[in-house]
């Protein structure tokens, strides 16, 4: 019986990138989201991620995960996942992350 499943790791699947420190996007008008450790909070003309990808906050009370469709940074108390593996499920991986037990766990693992 072949089966699509595989033996792997937080480490094997995924990096996780760290956010960079910014200033003006609270009040900025402009393409790329910044997202904080819980919640979006401004827009920028910069971006770490140019599309589709998943958002982790690594400091605060909630430590948030977030899924976006568009462009987006992340600021220092925050990273966001780079997968290893071509066409990764992000969906997928969006889910496990809210679903693991404690996602400071994977932050600890990949880290």
């Known amino acids: 019986m072949s089966t699509r499943w595989r033996h792997s790791s937080w480490g094997d699947e995924i990096d996780l990138e760290y956010g960079k420190a910014i200033r003006g996007y609270p009040d900025a008008i402009a393409p790329s989201c910044v997202f904080g450790p819980n919640d979006p909070i401004g827009w920028t003309d910069k971006s770490l991620a140019d599309g589709t990808g998943l958002i982790l906050g690594r400091k605060g009370a909630f430590r948030g995960v977030h899924f976006s469709r568009d462009p987006f ?8 996942l780079n997968p290893r593996v ?7 991986l969006h889910s496990a992350l809210i679903h693991h037990r404690d996602a400071e766990e994977v932050v600890e693992a990949v880290a």
């Open 73 to 80: 940074i992340v600021i220092d108390t925050t990273c966001f």
């Open 86 to 92: 071509e066409q990764p499920d992000l969906h997928w």
